[in-house]
């Protein structure tokens, strides 16, 4: 039987929605049951997600849990590292300032823009014809 979370925290982008939690343990990252090399391919996107752990310094201090649901790779990426942060910040109280110098804190407000009636998109207009 596994331990209880030191801290839970959920993070959101765009549409994606995160439920991270963290443990002791020795630095391994679970997403949705899968490892986190086996669910993000490349190595960016990987530094994406543990920068809060680099930042804090604690690299291989937790085994970190994650659920996530909704959105692109790109905003479920941006999900796990907006709760992440705030997990740790909820572990450790004292790792605030550092994260919110790197803005690893602020919830991202940009979300798509809906399509308006009468036009193919959200800007697009459809083709003027003069007669």
Do not use: W
């Not at 979370?5 to 899968?34: H, Y």
């Not at 109280?93 to 979300?111: N, Q, V, W, Y």
């Amino acid at each position: 039987m596994s331990q209880s979370p030191i801290a839970a925290a959920t993070g959101r982008r765009k549409t994606a929605v995160a439920r991270v939690e963290l443990r002791e343990g020795s630095g391994d990252i679970t997403v949705n049951g899968r490892s986190m090399e086996d669910y993000f391919p490349t190595v960016a996107l990987q530094n994406n997600v543990t920068l809060p752990l680099q930042v804090a310094n604690c690299r291989q201090q937790y085994d970190i849990r994650v659920r996530t649901r909704g959105g692109g790779i790109n905003g479920q990426v941006g999900a796990i590292r907006h709760g992440l942060s705030r997990a740790l910040i909820l572990a450790e109280s004292e790792r605030r300032p550092d994260l919110k110098a790197r803005g690893l804190l602020t919830r991202d407000p940009r979300m798509k823009e809906r399509k308006k009636p009468g036009q193919p998109g959200a800007r697009k207009r459809f083709q003027f014809s003069k007669r």
